[in-house]
């Protein structure tokens, strides 16, 4: 969204873990973070249509950007249907429903749009607020693809 949950965690690692490299994660169709990242400066999007309503937001935070300028080290977007793939893996192996908002992170990371071989990784799982018709939705499409 407004990206406070990629700066309070990337002021986190850079306490806790220095090295740690941060990687945003965001829908492709709502890349607000990616282009600002980018440009350095915050640029404003259309409301993006996507899936993942918690990330519909049009701009990065005032306060938000300055953090992620500094600390955030780059950026990635999935696709819905990564995002749908993600909600359908973590229910049918884990047993836990993740609104496609908080599958953001874990799509990027086994999208393999990084080379993540051999490092440790970890990755912010949030949100189960996914009504039932969107999920069943969501669970469908993944079949499909």
Known sequence: ??????????????HFAPECRVIGSEPETGNDGQQSFLKGER???????????GARTQVLGHLSFPIIQKYVHSFGTVSDSELCAQMRFFMEKLKIVVEPTGC???ALALSGKFNLTG??????????NVGTEM???????AIES
Request: hydrophobic share 50%; charged share 20%; with cysteine.
């Open 43 to 53: 640029v404003k999007i259309a409301v993006p249509e996507t899936i993942a309503d």
């Open 119 to 128: 490092k440790k990784v970890g990755v912010i799982v949030s949100g189960g």
């Open 135 to 141: 999920f069943s939705e969501c669970l469908a499409r």
């Open 104 to 106: 953001l992170s874990a």
């Open 1 to 14: 969204g407004g990206g406070g949950l990629i700066a309070g965690s990337a002021l986190a690692a850079r």
